[in-house]
C-alpha cells in the first residue's frame, strides 16, 4: 500500500442533468439523439450552482483533487466544456488540484487546448491535472471527426501538446492532420515542464502502450475490474521498456461509494440512486457506443463478449465488476484498502454523487468519507490491509 503521505482522493462530479421526464425510457438512448426540447435552461442553472458548491466544498473538506469531464450532447453531464468549470472553480477554492479528466484532444485543437490548459495553470497557480481521453464512441456521432482516424489523431494531438509545452516556441510542425507554421504557446504552464498527465481509457491495449511510452499515468473507467487490473499490469510491465518507471501515482482507480452510519442505511438511502445512474444516465445504443472504426476488430470482438454494463444489473453484478461500495466508514475504507492494493494505487476518484442523488444525500457522502474514510486508510498506511477492521456481514 502507498505511504500515508502519498495517498490522495479527488471529488469527480458528473454534473448530470437529472429532470428528465416521466416517459424517458422511451428513447433508447440518452446520448446523441435525446432531443434537446427537455433541456430547461432555467433548471440547468440551479444545478450549475448546485454542483459547483458540492465541489468548493470538497475544497473544504480536504479533498486533494476536484476532478472535471468532457461530454457531447447528453444529460449523463453538463460539461461539454470542462475548463470553463475549472476556470470556474479557482476562484472559489484554494488547495484542491483541478483535475480536467478531460478533452478529447483529437476533437479540438491540440495548440487551442494547449494554451487553454496552460492558462488554467497560471491561473490556479499550478494546479492542474490532465488526463487525456479517446472520448466515448457517443462523441464521434456529434463532432465531425472520423473515428477510424480517431486513435492517430489522438497521437498526433498529444505529440503537438507535449512539443509546445516542453520546448521554446516558436517552432513549425508539420503532421498528417494538424500544420503550424508557428507553434508558439501563450500563456505556458506555471508548471515545469507541464502538469501531472494521465490518459484516460476502457483498457484498450493501445492506450495502456501509448500511455507506458510517453511515461504518463493511465486512468481506466467504467470496464470490468478485472480488465482495470490487467491495464494497470500492462502499464507496469511496459513502462521500463520505454525507460520510465511504474510509480502508484500513476494508477488512478474509480470507485463509487456511499457512507452512512450503518451498512442498512447506506443500501437505503444510496440504492435507487445508483441503479439510476447504470440503467438511465449510461443508457445509449451499440451503435452510438462503437461507431464503426473506433476501436480495432479485435477489441470489438471482446467487447461484444463482455457483460451488458448498462442493463438491468444486481447489487451483487454490481459490485463484481466494478469497484462499489456502501456501508460504514470502516467498511467503505477495507474495500478500497483492497483494491488500491490491488491495483498498486495511491490516486482514487472518488464517485460521491451519482446519477439522482440530492444535494443533502452528497454533502452527507462527502462530509462522512472526507472526515472519516481518508483518515482510517492514511493512518493506516502502509500495512492498510491487515490493520483494518473487517466489514460486518
Known sequence: MARPDDLQFNMFHFMPYIHLPADHKKYESVWVDLPNSIYDPVKGHKLYQRYLSEMVLADKLGFDGLVVNEHHSTTYSMMPAPSLIAAALIPQTTRAKLCVFGTPLNLEYPHRVAEEYGMLDVMSGGRLEVALPLGTGMEYW???INPATARARFRE????????WREDGPMPYEGEFYTYRYLNVWPRPYQKPHPKMY??????PETVQLAAELGMGYSSVFVPIAKQLQAFADLREQSPKYGHSFTRDKAI??????????KEKAEQEWMEHLFFFFQDALRTTPRYLVPPGYVTPAELRKRMSGPNLHGDLSWDALTQQFFVVCGTP??????IATWADQAQSSRINCFLHLGTMPHWMTVKNMTLFAEQV?????????DLQQALPKAAE
Do not use: F, H, Q, W
Not at 470502516?330 to 474495500?335: K, T
Not at 481518508?374 to 502502509?382: E, G, N, V
Open 330 to 335: 470502516d467498511m467503505v475504507a477495507e474495500s
Open 374 to 382: 481518508i483518515p482510517l486508510l492514511r493512518s493506516k498506511a502502509p
Open 142 to 144: 456529434v463532432n465531425p
Open 199 to 204: 490518459l484516460v481509457g476502457t483498457g484498450s
Open 253 to 262: 482507480i474509480g470507485v463509487m461509494a456511499y457512507v452512512a452510519e450503518t
Open 157 to 164: 494531438s498529444i505529440d503537438i501538446l507535449l512539443k509546445a
